[in-house]
């Protein structure tokens, strides 16, 4: 796992720390009520393996925030869980100022693999959830996300009959022409190779830039966490909980040689590292392993 | 090969199909015209057409066909019904489950034929036990087909339905039954078969029409050649009534590459 090879030149001391007063910080308590508000969120499944523990998040409207960590530290059961799609055992997710107890209109989810419906052909699947509009503007809207995503042409085709990109980016269409206020991705591109990946992170922008849906998007790939996010928020593992957040203040478009890229990459790398250490000897975290800082 | 159009294509294997009954229909004919073969008890394929001929035309096979058609269609009507009713709350009600499916899945063990004496000794010889046995037949595998195929409904899909907020009504009908329809599909075709395999039995324990009272008559007096031409008409009805039941079920499954590779 790249989170277990510290940069080589990214000793922790040097790292800067996010300290309550950093400006990213200030601005994301101050400006705006979040849409998206994660309040001491716990999760203890039946077989009493605690995968979360006490979880608090806020993010703005619009904003693109990353969930990294390693395997098994609770961040499909956070997105779950802010989907709907499963019971807290502590604490709430509000979205707009609305408490979550089930599957939420504003919320969109894509999950790691596409979950097509076979027995429906692209523009069936991509119009699932716009049962209820008039067949004329449901057939519009499914053109322009087809036609966002480059399936235009392939509206017609059997979900069977499309590569894995092609599939996720219909499931990514599908969640889009909803109009979500928050869109939630777990590891939406795990299981494509590089170079189609890519291109789904500049059509994700793309779809993203028309109406800035808030985005929570899980990933293992610390690239991909730092050429999408406002925001890269790290997890630990057992019980789950936030660990440190790295901002990245990269212009975009961003590109691997953009100013500031390497060493956000190096930050994000260099906090994944840190959250694999023992809590005990964490400075940063108070005993029950939450941010100091937040 | 690929440059011919599907058409072509099936047709050549349509023509490869009937080529071997054809030789050795050609060949038994022969063989009997020569004097090679005694024809008594495998009458030639001219006899057996001039029969089937005979028959139709005096309108006996049309009534013949009739009967059976119509005990094979009320059996499988009830025992699909029942089957797809019994299979859907079984799948979805778990109290259900526990109390009815180990019962039904031990009467699933016994042979459909071992009922035939019960229901005569409770309905006696005329159509009901007949329609019945023949539902009874249908039942079980329609049953097993939809009871598993919703059990085994991908929960990934569900979930699906479950984030655009669908109503349970919706989950079933937009989710649910597109997922079932290839299986129950092939649980009712099965089902058919069974129809017509029962339809068998239950016009060999009496009857006074139906193709099944045909091979009795013609075992009784003797006469192969209406036998093997009751056969025929067996082969045939059954055949078209399978086509007929996929021909109207293969739209919803279309999406499918087994149920349309099959064909
Ligand atoms: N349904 C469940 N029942 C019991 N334990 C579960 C269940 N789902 C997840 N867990 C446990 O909860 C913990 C967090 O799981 P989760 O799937 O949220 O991790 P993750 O961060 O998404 O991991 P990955 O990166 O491998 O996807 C794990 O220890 C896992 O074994
Ligand atoms: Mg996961």
Known sequence: MTAAQPGRDA????????????????????????????NDLSKTYADGTEALAGIDLKVRQGEIVALIGGSGCGKTTLL??????????????????????????????????????????????????????????????????????????????????????????????????????????????????????????????????????????????????????????????????????VAVEVARPRAPAAAGYEEAVRRVLAALDRSLRPVETRRDLTPEGRANWW | MSHRGPLLRQGYRVGLALLLPLVLAIGWELAVDSGAAPGRLLPPPSRI????????????????????????GLGFLFGAVAGIVAGALVATVPLLRWLVDPSLQALRAVPSLAWVPLFILWFGILETPKVLLIAVGVF????????????????????????????????????????????????????LGLGFLFVVAAELMGASEGLGYLLVDGQQFSKPDQIV????????????????????TLPLTRWQDTVRDRL
Do not use: C
């Open chain 1, 80 to 245: 779950r869980l802010i989907a709907g799609l499963d019971q807290a055992s502590r604490g709430a997710v509000q979205v707009d100022g609305e408490t979550i107890r089930g599957p939420h209109p504003a919320v969109g989810v894509v999950f790691q693999e596409p979950r097509l419906l076979p027995w429906l052909d692209v523009a069936g699947n991509v119009g699932f959830g716009l049962a209820d509009l008039r067949r004329a503007e449901r057939r519009a809207r499914v053109a322009a996300a087809l036609e966002r995503v480059g399936l235009a042409e392939q509206s017609h085709r059997w979900p069977r009959d499309l590569s894995g990109g092609q599939q996720q980016r219909v499931a990514i269409a599908r969640a889009f022409v909803a109009g979500p206020r928050v869109l939630l991705l777990d590891e939406p591109f795990s299981a494509l190779d590089a170079f189609t990946r890519k291109g789904l992170h500049e059509q994700l922008l793309d779809l993203w830039a028309e109406a800035k849906p808030t985005i929570l998007i899980v990933t293992h790939d610390v690239g991909e966490a730092v050429t999408l996010a406002d925001r890269v928020v790290v997890m630990r593992p057992r019980p789950g909980r936030l660990d440190e957040t």
């Open chain 2, 140 to 191: 079980f595998p329609v049953y097993v087909a939809v009871s598993g195929a919703i059990a085994s409904v991908d929960r990934k899909l569900i979930e699906v339905g479950r984030i655009f907020r669908l109503s349970r009504l919706a989950l079933a009908r937009r989710i649910l039954l597109p997922a079932v329809l290839p299986a129950t599909l092939v649980g009712l075709r099965t089902g």
């Open chain 2, 229 to 248: 031409a009751a056969i025929i008409a067996f082969a045939l009805v059954g055949k078209l009534a399978d086509m007929v039941l996929v021909s109207l």
């Open chain 1, 11 to 38: 000793e922790p001391a040097e790292v800067p720390r996010l300290e309550p007063n950093a400006p990213v910080v200030r601005r994301i308590a101050q400006q705006e009520t979040p849409v998206l508000i994660v």
């Open chain 2, 49 to 72: 057409g001039a029969t089937l001929w005979d028959l139709a035309r005096s309108g006996d096979l049309r009534l013949h066909v009739e009967a059976t058609l119509v005990r094979v």
